[in-house]
């Protein structure tokens, strides 16, 4: 789950992280409001999860309360590739002689957490690595040795940390690897990092993304959820607790395992077809579950047929089957069902779908992923 | 012969008290394999259908001599589960829980690789692993895999995707081969036993002719894979790529399964292992009639 920059400064706020005072603001006078608290000078900036905000004019510097006006009116309500700016972040604005980089990811290959440390922050830091990789320092972390502050500060040595930040920066690295391990993060990203001219280092910028699967010990993430920019398919799955990512196609898609269901995407693409959606029913599906999915599928208009490919593990055959039949009971759905059920049970489930009556035009059964994927794209045309 | 579990391996079931331990404890069991025991705090002393239960790991192994443990128990109490059974002397351990933490996941694997480097993990968020007619530890469910055949020519299966592990073994029934064994080692982003472990074994395995593998979006582990394949493996091998169509920036349901920053794309996997001399399939089914095609080559 990826944080707004204000999420993610708020984030960081727990683990001392220095940031500028501000607050989050949805409208002009919320936004003069908040620069009153902050003190002026401030900067607006839009609150959007993509790149090349500032080029933009989604951040803009302001020094009195014309300005803000000015500013977060025209912020407001801005589509920054795609995305609409719903809030501004309005925080003092900071002096500045010297812009680093620092973030923290877990490396996958290495199986470690790495630390990418650079002296020249401020800019994308892919194009820092396109034009002077030497410029970045990448350091490994045993994540059982976590990170010592002598070893971030060696790192800030190798890194060409002036001396004068060098302490600051050090001290900085342990807090923020504090919040990328005990804050679950997936990515813990501060750029720029800067050195003020009083001599104090601090995040100007915040890039956090959580590993959900962390969620629960974190009740205090559920405000992050609420923020999340989903569309309606999306949320009615989230509220289900599925798995589901909204696309354009037309045929619904259900499978049980991400891999099968990235699979039957796959394959209805190369059919002739293309998926509303990717959703992922999971390991435990059941009658419920399965109601559920249907719903979702359900509320999408664009879908004309649904393709559910199950394969039977720990999602049981006959589970799968009760719950298609109940979902049919219960919703009124739009588009014909093609199944594919195979794996554990599945004799008994497919017995359960023959013996409920359920007419030919509302569910049909294919043996193979192929043959369900071609009749699903036929009956979508 | 078959890879990391065979007709002596002897499985305990920490979970087995559980909906999920239960279920696929007695499945496994049924499958015939040797489930000598299981594990649940507190509960020593009971049974489930005549599996004995113990308070700990370590009373278990004690007891029953167990060199496997399958573990089902929720995300919280898997780190502590994996290291318990560890702790106990347990060489192989298979995690199907689904929804650890990476934090967790990344600590556990160090402190595996720093204090007990003789157990493997398999997983977690994996199906588990089956050695057709000898061992089934997991939810695979054992009917749709192939018994490998004396004369041979089998294969080997290792997939990262749970359910396109069932679909592999699946798509070889279908064509009549024989499985050697069947790794799902789990979509997680620090899996316990990689691609690269598993095709180490399967090239030392006699019993393995060919190897068909399943991978999906996201990380490099593919691209591994295919390193280690040009520079150590010399069976023939198929695969196949899921996730051609997944949108970038979005998790397709994995934690590990996504596409960021132009990396781990299905293209960028599918011309690596290509470049390794890797046979891809555009589709499971694809995948599984090239490696049909490559045992007749192999029995002609």
Redesign the interface.
């Known amino acids: 789950m990826d944080l707004f920059e204000y999420q993610g400064k708020q984030y960081f706020a727990k683990y001392n992280i220095p940031v500028s005072a501000g607050g989050v603001a949805t409208t002009v006078d919320e936004a003069v409001a908040v620069a009153l608290i902050a003190k002026y000078p401030v900067v607006v900036k839009a609150q959007v999860q993509v790149g090349g905000r500032g080029k933009a004019g989604g951040i803009k510097l302001a020094n009195d309360e014309a300005e803000v006006r000015l500013h977060a009116k025209n912020i407001l309500g801005m589509d920054i590739k795609g995305h609409v700016v719903k809030r501004v972040w309005v925080e003092h604005a900071s002096d500045i002689a010297e812009e680093y980089y620092a973030s923290f990811t877990?490396d996958?290959?290495a199986?470690?957490?790495l630390l990418m440390l650079s002296a020249q922050g401020g800019v994308e830091i892919?194009d820092v690595a396109a034009k002077d990789p030497t410029a970045i320092v990448k350091l490994h972390i045993?994540?059982?040795d976590g990170l010592p502050l002598e070893t971030a500060h060696s790192a800030c040595v190798d890194a060409k940390i002036p001396a004068k930040a060098l302490d600051g920066v050090a001290d900085m690295l342990v807090k923020l690897y504090n919040c990328f391990?005990q804050g679950?993060c997936?990515l813990a990203e501060i750029n720029p990092l800067i050195l003020k001219p009083t001599g104090e280092i601090h995040a100007l910028d915040a890039k956090v993304s959580l590993?959900v699967?962390?969620s629960?010990?974190h009740p205090e993430w559920a405000e992050y959820a609420a923020t999340e920019e989903l569309d309606a398919r999306e949320l009615l799955a989230r509220e289900k607790n599925l798995?589901y990512?909204g696309?354009d196609g037309t045929v619904g898609i259900i499978?049980?395992?991400?891999?099968?269901?990235?699979?039957t995407?796959?394959?209805v693409?190369?059919v002739g077809g293309s998926?509303a959606n990717?959703l992922?029913i999971?390991?435990?599906a059941n009658a419920e579950l399965m109601t559920a999915a249907l719903e979702v599928i359900n509320s999408d208009p664009k879908v004309k047929s649904i393709l559910i490919n199950i394969?039977?593990?720990?999602t049981r055959g006959e589970e799968v089957a009760k719950g298609i039949v109940e979902a049919v009971k219960r919703v009124a759905l739009r588009a014909p069902i093609v199944i594919r059920l195979?794996?554990?049970n599945a004799d008994e489930g497919r017995k359960i779908l023959a013996d409920a009556g359920i007419p030919e035009s509302q569910l049909t059964s294919q043996p193979?992923?192929?043959e369900a994927a071609r009749a699903a794209v036929e009956m979508a045309k | 012969m078959a890879i990391f579990v065979d007709q002596n391996t002897k499985v305990i079931v920490q979970g087995l008290t559980g909906g999920?331990g239960r279920f696929?404890g007695l499945?496994n069991k049924a499958y015939g394999t040797q489930v000598v025991g299981g594990v649940t705090p507190g509960k020593a002393g009971q049974d489930v259908e005549g599996i004995p239960v113990f308070d700990s790991v370590a009373d278990a192994v004690a007891a029953t001599g167990a060199n496997a443990s399958f573990i089902a128990v929720p995300?919280?109490a898997a780190p502590a589960a994996i290291l318990e059974a560890a702790r106990a002397g347990i060489g192989f351990v298979v995690c199907?829980t689904?929804?650890?933490?990476?934090?967790?996941e990344?600590?556990v694997?160090?402190?595996l690789q720093?204090d007990y480097p003789s157990t493997r993990l398999l997983g977690p968020n994996c199906?588990g692993i089956i050695s057709p007619g000898k061992c089934n530890i997991g939810?695979?469910?054992g009917e749709?895999a192939q018994l490998p055949s004396a004369s041979g020519p089998n294969v080997g299966i290792v997939?990262?995707?749970?359910?396109?592990t069932?679909?592999a073994l699946?798509e070889l029934k279908q064509q009549g081969i024989g499985v050697s064994t069947c790794v799902g080692i789990g979509?997680d982003?620090?899996p316990g036993t990689s691609f690269v472990d598993c095709l180490a074994q399967f090239q030392a395995d006699p019993e393995t002719h060919a190897i068909i593998m399943?991978g999906?979006?996201g990380?490099?582990?593919e691209e591994?894979a295919a390193e280690f394949i040009t520079n150590h493996v010399t069976k023939p091998m198929s695969a196949?790529i899921?996730?051609?169509?997944?949108?970038a920036g979005?998790k397709?349901?994995?934690?590990?399964?996504i596409v960021s920053?132009g990396k781990g794309t299905a293209q960028g996997k599918m011309d690596a292992l290509r470049a390794a001399g890797v046979q891809i399939g555009?589709?499971?089914?694809e995948a599984g009639i090239l490696m049909a095609e490559i045992v007749r080559t192999i029995r002609s």
Do not use: C, W
Request: glycine fraction near 14%; charged fraction near 20%; charge should be negative.
């Open positions: 877990l996958r290959a199986k470690q957490h892919e045993n994540p059982i391990t679950d997936d590993d699967n962390a629960f010990r798995q990512i696309l499978a049980n395992g991400a891999g099968l269901a990235m699979s995407l796959d394959v693409n190369q998926a990717f992922d999971g390991g435990g394969f039977g593990g720990i195979d794996g554990t193979t992923m192929l | 999920q696929h499945r995300p919280k199907i689904e929804g650890v933490p990476a934090q967790d990344a600590r694997f160090a402190t720093r199906p939810i695979t469910a749709i997939s990262r995707s749970g359910t396109l069932y679909q699946y979509g982003p620090v399943i999906e979006i990380g490099s582990a591994e196949y899921a996730g051609v169509t997944a949108p979005k397709m349901g994995h934690a590990g399964a920053g555009l589709n499971p089914t």
